[in-house]
């Protein structure tokens, strides 16, 4: 999964896409600020790809699933009520939710899948893009990411009160767009995107803690 967070553990480095290219020691650096190439694309959170790593790899991937025939599958997913836990509880508890949701989306998904976090700093999105992937597995995906998360018990700090409680009952929503080969038609991947939050949009309206089904362009 081209997430960053085994590489971070090593070397503050993503793991390119596999190209054939052995990987060195001497990593090439930024001339302006020094680090590694490939630093900025790691959110320290979660340890996702960022918006710039996202930015990077998702294209590559739509790129040669159109390349190769191949369906894909993009998910994007939004904490519910995520703001009322950063209020009740501090943003350290709203931290530890945040990295407790990557760990599902670990869980949830295979090594080529490319997991980011979507929105910026403090952002409670997430990007999940499936190659090889058709409408029955993207929900499959779907649901063991939503199932994941409702089992989820977090100990987390209770700032107002000075104790810790165990925060249950977390959801997320979920907007789902696909992307189907056909000739001639390259794929753009904002739209895709604009597709997925669409159709979370939707997701919120209905209700929450579901899966909706963008509408292909």
């Known amino acids: 999964m081209t997430t960053a967070s085994s590489a971070w553990e090593r070397a503050p480095l993503i793991p390119l896409p596999s190209r054939g290219h052995e990987h060195h020691e001497d990593h090439e650096r930024c001339g302006t600020c020094g680090q590694p190439i490939g630093y900025w694309a790691v959110d320290r959170l979660t340890g996702l790809l960022d918006r710039w790593g996202w930015d990077t790899y998702a294209p590559e991937t739509l790129r040669r699933a159109h390349e190769q025939?191949?369906?894909l599958a993009l998910l994007l997913l939004d904490l519910d009520h995520f703001k009322e836990i950063n209020d009740r509880y501090g943003h350290v508890a709203g931290d530890m939710v945040l990295h407790a949701v990557a760990e599902v989306l670990r869980a949830s998904c295979r090594e080529n899948d490319v997991v980011g976090r979507y929105g910026g700093h403090g952002g409670d999105e997430f990007l999940v893009l499936l190659p090889m992937t058709n409408r029955d597995r993207a929900m499959a995906v779907a649901t063991r990411v939503l199932d994941g998360v409702r089992a989820l018990q977090i100990g987390v700090p209770d700032v107002d009160k000075g104790t810790r409680t165990t925060l249950t009952g977390l959801t997320v929503s979920i907007g789902v767009a696909l992307y189907v080969p056909a000739r001639g038609?390259?794929?753009?991947?904002?739209?895709?995107v604009l597709e997925a939050d669409a159709a979370l949009l939707v997701a919120k309206r209905e209700g929450r803690d579901t899966v909706r089904m963008g509408r292909r362009r």
């Open 69 to 71: 025939r191949q369906p």
């Open 185 to 192: 038609m390259e794929p753009v991947l904002t739209d895709l």
